[in-house]
């Protein structure tokens, strides 16, 4: 097991699989999920900003995102947006806020012409109904 010093104690430990020593890890992932967190709700703070907001250590957040486990501006790593490549506001969704937007506008406007559609062809169906009945009508006073 290599020997490695613990970026919170600076005590030298075994390192596994975990960055820090076992008695700093629930610490580290504690603040860990509380960047995540406030990365979220706050979406494009700059590190010293998400820091203090966090209430950690600027360096701990370097650390973060020399591991991965974090990114500037979004939450996860590799959220993405499907269509600009911009960073996504969640990683369900893989989109960014303005072709979020974007799509519901689409959205809206598709279902507005649905609607229009519809009601063409209920005034075409009704518009026909009414011709057939007046034509009938004159048939009858005709004969
Ligand atoms: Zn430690
Ligand atoms: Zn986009």
Do not use: H, W
Not at 70 to 82: A, L, R, Y
Not at 84 to 99: F, M, N, Q, V
């Amino acid at each position: 097991m290599p020997l490695s010093t613990c970026p919170r104690c600076k005590k030298i430990f075994s390192k596994v699989d975990t960055p820090v020593c076992a008695p700093c890890s629930p610490i580290e992932q504690e603040e860990y999920e509380k960047v995540r967190d406030v990365m979220q709700e706050i979406p494009g703070l700059k590190f010293p900003e998400l820091a203090e907001v966090a209430d950690v250590e600027v360096e701990f957040i370097l650390r973060l995102v020399k591991e991965g486990r974090i990114q500037e501006g979004s939450p996860d790593k590799g959220s993405v947006c499907g269509r600009c490549g911009a960073s996504a506001i969640s990683r369900i969704k893989r989109l960014c806020e303005s072709c979020l937007n974007q799509l519901n506008k689409e959205l809206a406007a598709e279902q507005s012409q649905t609607r229009l559609a519809a009601k063409k062809e209920f005034v075409t169906k009704s518009e026909s109904k009414g011709k057939k009945v007046s034509r009938g009508m004159n048939l009858t006073r005709e004969s």
